[in-house]
């Protein structure tokens, strides 16, 4: 994503060799573990703009490396204006995928199949299409094992750095008034329950959460900071994808245990919630759909009567474009959750 630069690097050398002693010096003088760690991420956060600003980028992404093992991209429209409204869509990867696998691309012979199974960039830019008047900023986060709850258990630190993460880059991003959007697939559920676990209640500027078949690790220690979101701040919104991996089969071995997936987990996470939201329930085809009265907590329930894996078609047939608008003016339009991929035009 990134393209070394030339001798402007070179010029930047000096200062940047300066400016590390000092901070190194810095950070050796705070006592407080915490402001030590704040410190270190806000460091790494201004190297890291140095060092963006010293290469040539491909036009609306910039890429980069925090503390050392996650990298950072973020996709702004081409079209960006600070003056505009924006929203901010922190997606965190599933495990085993890197950045460019999940944005996708056109499938060539010799070509990783992951590259073919969620398209974000793809879905990225029919949503854009269809909000023209907000700026629409996507913000992958990868680590380098590739899997956001090992990375938790390597880094017991992670109920400061995730939320420290999320503020920083948001402000990275200079806007009218932003609003963030929390999101990611598989392992990347794992990510947003770090962040949950980090703050003491959800901030205001967070509107949407979205668990595109991640949420593995819901428990009800969650469910009171979600239920003062959804009740305290306005315009909150809660959507779940999941499929019945309770009775899938891979090599006619199941795929979870029957209390481990993402079936049993969103189960429990609707039953937390209807003890104090009225729900309606929906079948269609082979979807089964909960909704609040005012549409803002949706869960989507794919059956699965042949015990196949639908792990990644909950993302590919327009789940992500699904996940921003669900609930909204824009649902299913020009679009249907679970159908043909109306981003085709866009990979």
């Given at each position: 994503?990134?393209?070394p630069g030339n001798s402007?690097?070179s010029?930047?050398?000096?200062?940047?060799l300066?400016?590390?002693?000092y901070?190194f010096?810095?950070v050796?003088?705070?006592k407080q573990p915490k402001?030590?760690t704040?410190?270190t991420i806000?460091i790494a956060?201004?190297f890291?703009?140095?060092?963006?600003?010293?290469q040539?980028i491909?036009p609306?992404i910039d890429?980069f490396r925090?503390?050392g093992d996650?990298?950072i991209?973020?996709?702004?429209?081409?079209?960006y204006?600070?003056?505009k409204?924006?929203?901010i869509?922190?997606y965190?990867?599933?495990n085993g995928?890197?950045?460019?696998?999940t944005m996708g691309?056109?499938?060539?012979d010799?070509?990783d199949w992951?590259?073919?199974?969620?398209?974000i960039?793809?879905?990225?830019?029919?949503?854009?299409?269809?909000l023209?008047?907000?700026?629409f900023v996507?913000?992958?986060?990868?680590n380098n094992?590739k899997s956001?709850?090992a990375?938790k258990?390597?880094?017991?630190?992670f109920?400061q750095?995730?939320?420290?993460?999320?503020?920083s880059?948001s402000?990275m991003?200079?806007s009218?008034?932003t609003?963030?959007?929390?999101?990611?697939?598989?392992g990347?559920g794992s990510?947003?329950?770090?962040y949950?676990q980090?703050?003491?209640?959800?901030?205001?500027?967070i509107?949407?959460?979205?668990?595109?078949?991640?949420?593995?690790?819901?428990?009800?220690s969650?469910?009171?900071k979600?239920k003062?979101?959804l009740q305290q701040v306005?315009?909150?919104?809660?959507?779940?994808f999941?499929?019945n991996d309770?009775?899938?089969l891979?090599n006619?071995?199941?795929?979870v245990?029957?209390t481990?997936?993402t079936w049993?987990?969103?189960?429990l996470f609707?039953?937390?919630l209807?003890?104090?939201?009225?729900f309606?329930v929906?079948e269609?085809?082979?979807?089964?759909?909960?909704?609040?009265?005012?549409?803002?907590i949706?869960?989507?329930?794919?059956?699965n009567p042949?015990?196949?894996i639908?792990?990644?078609q909950?993302?590919?047939?327009?789940?992500f474009i699904?996940?921003?608008?669900c609930?909204?003016?824009?649902d299913?339009?020009?679009?249907?959750?679970?159908?043909?991929?109306?981003?085709?035009s866009?990979?």
């Open positions: 994503m990134i393209i402007y690097e010029r930047w050398l000096p200062i940047q300066f400016s590390a002693l901070f010096l810095l050796s003088s705070a402001l030590k704040n410190l806000s956060f201004l890291s703009v140095l060092h963006i600003n010293a040539k491909i609306g890429s925090i503390h996650i990298k991209t973020i996709d702004k429209p081409l079209n204006s600070s003056h409204k924006t929203i869509v922190f965190a990867l599933p995928n890197t950045t460019e696998q691309k056109k499938i060539r010799g070509d992951r590259f073919d199974i969620q398209h960039r793809a879905q990225t830019e029919f949503v854009r299409k269809i023209k008047r907000k700026n996507v913000v992958y986060l990868e094992l956001w709850p990375w258990q390597k880094h017991p630190g109920l750095l995730i939320p420290h993460l999320v503020d880059i402000g991003v200079k009218r008034s609003i963030i959007y929390l999101n990611g697939h598989s990347g990510f947003i329950f770090g949950l980090g703050v003491k209640m959800i901030p205001e500027k509107k949407r959460i979205s668990f595109l078949d991640s949420d593995y690790g819901y428990d009800s969650y469910y009171s979600l003062n979101w306005k315009g909150s919104a809660l959507n779940i999941a499929y309770s009775i899938a891979y006619e071995k199941p795929v245990s029957a481990g997936g049993y987990r969103s189960h609707l039953k937390d209807q003890n104090d939201f009225s309606s929906k269609d085809d082979s979807l089964v759909v909960y909704k609040s009265r005012d549409r803002r949706q869960f989507f329930f794919k059956t042949d015990r196949k639908f792990h990644t909950q993302v590919e047939l327009n789940g699904h996940s921003i608008f609930g909204t003016k824009y299913s339009r020009k679009y249907r959750y679970y159908s043909g991929r109306a981003y085709i866009y990979i």
